[in-house]
Structure formats: structure tokens, C-alpha cells
């Protein structure tokens, strides 16, 4: 009891400090919602940004020039909704002209304006901040001021996804305050006066390794005047400060044991939604740093026949209980090309056993299939930090020793899983990906083009390569998808991983908070909307 008094006085603390506009000592939450993270974010400005926590709450302070919804396709033009710009038009096949709000300001009063669109662009394209999505913008698309309150963007190549390039990927920041700091020392800065946006809230507060505080700025003001983060370890303490009604909300429960017990406390709602995030067991097969591929893996339908041996459906249920589904390929749920009519390879361990017997891997007394002496073996390297992850392998170990497979785990901190990851040190691993709106990044984990960052198991396929930048090149709706799904099937049919799992996350909601809707690209993107209830 002690402690939760303590907790309580430090809330009250932090509310306080930050300014309690609209409140008062009876109410302390007053238009104050507390949101649990499982982390801090190391930057939060947009060019940054590497990480969930980062991104939801920048996106907050900052803003695009124009937004795509969850789920829209964004070779669709239609689909594009007002940001910072509250219009746009095509002037010719490669160039867009944006116009800026007029009422835009940035929260220190002064006006957005077209000099700082440009700077924001060439930040992005920097190779000294090298941001994320600079691969997609340096070289490719040039920004020039019109007047004072609109920009012109000139893509140096026609694309189905141009529109979705100029805004998408850049969040617009302010000139005045950065052009002074040199860039090398961006990634130093963290003086919290430099994070200002023009968006629906401003940072009022942030102390580190423990919260941080928005506001609201703009009229008129929205009912959630004031955001909290509170800072946890790992998702448990996160689940724990929402059951203990410290804070009002967190991303996701966690798994069927959190889903049970939030689902027993009568003051909380569960809101499931479609996540971005696809799972999978990849295989190594390129030689990396000198370390040859394994040999089963070389033979296409071995690979087939460990990928059919596993019974997916009844693995990625066992982990993450009912709210799961099984990726039809290297996709979320929430992609626009998602479609049941793909075609991944079906469970049949006779076909696997089969494949197996007639490649020349044969069981011995033992159960264990060997072939010239050599046992068929594989090592499963996954991140201890991450109890799905383990219970995955193990399922996958338990599945393959039934068809003769002898399969070990290679369970390690999460730096030291990036290191063998990078230095080919793996046979196999569980991966995790979050994707983003356009397939277009099917080709950093799936194509050559991946090598050196995300394809760790440097799988490559002229076939699905050529589909897949067919696809990307069509501005026809129907057409492209149609290509996606034949790329997606020739990769199915290659076996380079095996498709685990694409949660549905479930989160916690206090009752305090009605009229709650969640893009799963960004979570907390439409908190301005959402209604709080004072108790």
C-alpha cells in the first residue's frame, strides 16, 4: 500500500510540474491520460527516429504534409487525407505542388513555411543524419519553395508511389532552430527547447528513464489535453501500471496471460486491432563471412519439406493464443495486398518425409535422419529477451524431431542476436518485421538489395525479384496487386522461411477514455479524436 501511495504522489508530482490547466487537487487526471511504454525513446526528433515509443509520440509533435490511413493503398492518390499541407496537385507525371495550412505555426509561435519544408528534406536526405527512409529520398526527389506557403516536389522518376514518398517518410521540422546546430551533433542534442513541431501537441516535460509530458496546442482544445508516458522496463511493468490503474493505457496486454488478466478488471476495456508486425523463421542461405550454407539448406525441397513440417496454425496459437493469424507470406495483416488466396506451403508431414526419404536424409535407429554420415541438423538462434521467440523455436525443435530433424536453440542477449545476425553466425532465427504501408520493403528482407542491412539470410530470387519490381513500377490498383501475389507465391514456393505468425494486438484502454480508434501504423495518431471521461 505504501508503495502505490508513493507512486500515486509522484503522478500527482509530474502532472503538477507540467501544468494542471483545466484541473485542480480533486482531480489531479484531469484531461491527463497515462500511457505505459515498454521503453524510452532515445530521440524524438523525426530523422532520428528508430523505434515504436520515439515514433508515437514525434508524430504527435510533428506533422507530414499529408497523411495515408491504415489499410489505404498507397498507389491510390485518393486515399491521402490534409497534414500539414491542407491541399496538393499534380502539375505534370513527376512533380506535386503542397500548400501549407495558413494557420500553421510551430509551437513557439512562429509561421511553417516552405523554407522549412525544404530543410526538412534535405535533412532527411543527409548522409551525415542518414535517416531510415533516406534510401527512398536522397537522389530521387528534389523540393523547391513557392512563395512563402508552398513547396513543389520533382521526382527524378515517375512512380505509382511518388505521392506516398513525399509524405510518407518526413515529419517537417523546424529551420530556425536547426540549420544553427551542425548535424553531426543532432544525434547529441537533447535539449528538449529544440523539439518543436507544428502538430496537435507540444512537449512540456521530459525526465528521463521516467516520463514525459505533452500538451495541447492548438484550439480548440481537444478533450485529452495533456499526454503522460511513463517509462517501464518491459511489457509486465507496463501490463502492471495499467492494472493498478496508474496508467490509462498501453499498446498491447502482452500475450493470452495478459489478455486474461486485464480481461478481468471491470475498469478497463480490450481493444484488439491488426498489427504491423509479421514473425518468421528465416534460413541462412548465402555464405556469409567466409561460413558455407548448410547443406540441407541448399536443396530447395528440403527446405520445402522442414517449412511443410511445421504446423503453423497450432504454433502461433499455442504462443499468442486465439488473436493471431498466419501470414500467407513476408506480410502483416495490415498490408493492402493481404489476401487468403496466396498460396504459403501447407502442413504435410508426409510430403515432408517423403522429401526427406527420396533426397537421401533416411532415419537411423535413433529417429535422426543423416545422409554420408552427416546428421540433418540446424541450429535455431533467437533473442532470449523475447519469451514468444523462444517458445517458438521450441515448438519448431519439437516439430522437426518428430520427421527426424534434429534442431538446437541458441538462445542470446539481444545485442549479441544483432551481431550473429550481421556476421552470419546462424542457420536459422526468428525474425520479427514491422511493416510499412507500400510492399516496396518486401525487397530489404526478401531481395539482394537487402544484403548488409535486413535480409540477414541473404536469400535471392530473379524470379520474385522481377516480379516484385514489376509490381512496384504499376500504377494500376488491380494490376499491382495481382503482380504482388504472383511475387508472393514464387517466394512461397522457394521455401527461403517459414511465415509464423501476424498478431492481433490487444490493447488496454481505461474507461476513462471513449471514442478510442487505432491506426496500427501509428497507434496514437488519431488521440486528438478520442474522448476523456473526468471520474
Known amino acids: 500500500m505504501e508503495r502505490n501511495i508513493t507512486r500515486y504522489a509522484i503522478l500527482i508530482q509530474i502532472i503538477a510540474l507540467a501544468g494542471c490547466s483545466g484541473g485542480s487537487r480533486d482531480c489531479p487526471r484531469c484531461g491527463t491520460m497515462i500511457v505505459a511504454a515498454t521503453g524510452e525513446p ?13 515514433r508515437d509520440v514525434s508524430d504527435l509533435i510533428f506533422e507530414r504534409l499529408a497523411t495515408l490511413p491504415g489499410g489505404a493503398s498507397p498507389i491510390d492518390s485518393s486515399a491521402y487525407r490534409p497534414g500539414l499541407a491542407d491541399r496538393w496537385q499534380r502539375i505534370d507525371s513527376t512533380t506535386w505542388r503542397f500548400h501549407l495550412r495558413p494557420e500553421a505555426r510551430w509551437h513557439d509561435g512562429g509561421p511553417v513555411t516552405a523554407a522549412d519544408v525544404v530543410f ?46 513525399g509524405v510518407y517518410h518526413v515529419r517537417i521540422i523546424p529551420a530556425h532552430i ?70 490509462d493505457l498501453v499498446e498491447t ?32 542461405l548465402g ?35 486465439d488473436d493471431v493469424r498466419n501470414p500467407p507470406g513476408p506480410i502483416s495483416a495490415t498490408l493492402w495486398i493481404w489476401s487468403d488466396s496466396l498460396h504459403p506451403l501447407a502442413y504435410d508431414t508426409v510430403m515432408a518425409v517423403s522429401a526427406m526419404d527420396q533426397a537421401g536424409w533416411r532415419r537411423s535407429p535413433d529417429g535422426v535422419r543423416a545422409k554420408g554420415g552427416q546428421k540433418l541438423a540446424l541450429d535455431i538462434l533467437v533473442p532470449s529477451t523475447s519469451p514468444a521467440r523462444v517458445k517458438l523455436a521450441t515448438g519448431i525443435q519439437e516439430m522437426w524431431r518428430r520427421v527426424g530433424v534434429t534442431a538446437t536453440l541458441s538462445s542470446v542477449d539481444f545485442p549479441v542476436f544483432q551481431q550473429r545476425l550481421a556476421s552470419g ?19 530489404d528482407g526478401w531481395t539482394k538489395q537487402g544484403w548488409g542491412s535486413i535480409n540477414y539470410g541473404h536469400y535471392a530470387n530473379p524470379v520474385f525479384d522481377t516480379l516484385l519490381a514489376r509490381a512496384s513500377r504499376t500504377f494500376d490498383k488491380s494490376v499491382a496487386r495481382t503482380l504482388w501475389h504472383q511475387a508472393l507465391d514464387s517466394l512461397n514456393a522457394d521455401a527461403p522461411a517459414v511465415f509464423l505468425y501476424t498478431p492481433v494486438n490487444v490493447a488496454g484502454v481505461s474507461h476513462r477514455l471513449t471514442n478510442v480508434t487505432i491506426d496500427p501504423y501509428s497507434w496514437l495518431a488519431r488521440l486528438p479524436e478520442w474522448t476523456l471521461i473526468e471520474k
Open 425 to 443: 553466425q546462424f542457420d536459422s532465427y526468428i525474425g520479427a518485421w514491422l511493416d510499412e504501408p507500400s510492399p516496396r520493403s518486401l525487397a
Open 178 to 247: 536547426w540549420k544553427s546546430i551542425p548535424k553531426k551533433d543532432w544525434v547529441s542534442d537533447t535539449a528538449s527547447s529544440h523539439v518543436v513541431g507544428s502538430g496537435p501537441y507540444k512537449l512540456v516535460r521530459w525526465d528521463h528513464k521516467q516520463s514525459l509530458v505533452l500538451e495541447s496546442a492548438r484550439l480548440p482544445t481537444p478533450s485529452v489535453r495533456r499526454v503522460v508516458w511513463r517509462f517501464s522496463g518491459d511489457q509486465g511493468a507496463a501490463l502492471h501500471l495499467l492494472l493498478s490503474h496508474e496508467a
Open 287 to 321: 555464405s556469409i563471412k567466409g561460413k558455407p550454407v548448410s547443406p540441407p539448406l541448399r536443396d530447395r525441397e528440403i527446405r520445402r519439406a522442414l517449412v511443410s513440417a511445421i504446423d503453423r496454425k497450432a504454433l502461433a496459437h499455442a504462443v499468442y493464443g
Open 253 to 284: 496486454v502482452g500475450g493470452a496471460d495478459g489478455v486474461s488478466q486485464a480481461g478481468r478488471d471491470s475498469n478497463l476495456t480490450l481493444m484488439r486491432y491488426s498489427s504491423a508486425v509479421y514473425g518468421f523463421l528465416g534460413f541462412r
Open 42 to 54: 532515445q530521440s524524438l526528433l523525426p530523422p532520428l527516429v528508430n523505434e515504436s515509443v520515439g
Open 120 to 165: 526538412s528534406f534535405e535533412a532527411y536526405q543527409d548522409s551525415v543524419i542518414d535517416a531510415s527512409a533516406r534510401s527512398y529520398l536522397a537522389g530521387r526527389v528534389s523540393v523547391a519553395a513557392v512563395g512563402d506557403t508552398s513547396v513543389s516536389l520533382h521526382f527524378q522518376n515517375r512512380s505509382p508511389e511518388g505521392l506516398y514518398d
